[in-house]
């Protein structure tokens, strides 16, 4: 795997090989507190014996196969309720990359994965610290299935079972970091209003009638959008509804 990006302008010119550890995450986190680390700093791993997914999920990846990594950022200009911003940018930036190998399909499901159909190919756990109402750092971490061929019985994919043809996962990652550096330029700006249309342009499910449960309850609605903090905007019966992450589950 690279040492460092060399296409890329600040992502990935510091680079901290692992070959083995819990998550990348928190080997990330364990780093920033004990050192002054420069934003655009990536922690890499072949495995991960405790990857942490969404909602206290684990992500389970064979040794050597996929992209396992986390990136630091310090976006101090992000208020909270800009939050969700960080999700998008990197939904963005992986689906780009994916994008780059499977010419459709490509669609990112709210709120922090990316699909090739209906099976997921990439997740995004991103972690923040806060200063007052600023980010002070945010540790995103994010796994490509590249190689892998064995889900068991998760719905997933992976760019090789999409194309045949095995991936080399350093030229995929450096994919995903250039497209990153690319969508920040937008988020540094401010350019909300840019990063949302993108991301409702390949928003999973939307505007198509789709079964969630909520409440318990099983009921069918048309994804619509996103409102301005990452809440999920749902039409059920005519009426337009936001949903948190807990609110919904994507059922059929």
């Known amino acids: ?24 995450n928190t080997e990330l986190s364990k780093l920033v507190k004990k050192s002054s680390l420069q934003t655009g700093t ?17 992500w389970s990846s064979e040794r050597g196969m996929n992209i396992l990594s986390s990136i630091l950022l310090r976006p101090s200009f992000l208020a909270i309720d800009k939050q969700f911003f960080l999700n ?18 490509v669609k990112i499901k709210w709120p922090n994965d990316v699909y090739v159909h209906d099976h997921k190919i990439a997740g995004v756990l991103i972690e923040a610290s806060w200063l007052r109402n600023k980010i002070d750092y945010a540790i995103c971490g994010l796994g490509v299935n590249v190689n892998q061929t064995n889900f068991a019985s998760l719905k997933a994919t992976s760019l090789f079972l999409e194309t045949g043809i095995p991936q ?14 690319k969508w ?17 342009e390949r928003l999973y499910w939307k505007d198509d009638l789709h079964l969630f449960k909520i409440d318990e309850q099983l009921i069918e609605g048309r994804i619509k959008g996103i409102d301005p903090i990452g809440q999920l905007r749902v039409l059920i019966d005519g009426s337009e509804q936001t949903f948190d992450l807990k609110g919904l589950v994507f059922v059929a």
Do not use: P
């Not at 795997?1 to 990348?24: D, P, Q, R």
């Not at 540094?188 to 949302?196: A, C, F, G, N, S």
């Open 184 to 200: 920040n330029q937008l988020l540094q700006k401010r350019d909300y209003e840019h990063l949302l249309t993108a991301y409702h």
């Open 168 to 181: 080399n996962r350093g030229e995929v990652i450096e994919l995903i970091l250039m497209s990153l550096e």
């Open 1 to 24: 795997m690279h040492k460092f990006f060399a296409k890329t302008i600040f992502i990935g010119k510091n680079v901290i090989f692992l070959t083995e550890c819990h998550s990348t």
């Open 88 to 105: 998008i940018l990197f939904g963005l930036a992986i689906s780009d990359a994916i994008g780059h190998f499977i010419a459709s399909g």
């Open 42 to 58: 990536v922690v890499m791993a072949d495995y991960q014996s405790a990857g942490k997914g969404q909602r206290a999920n684990s």
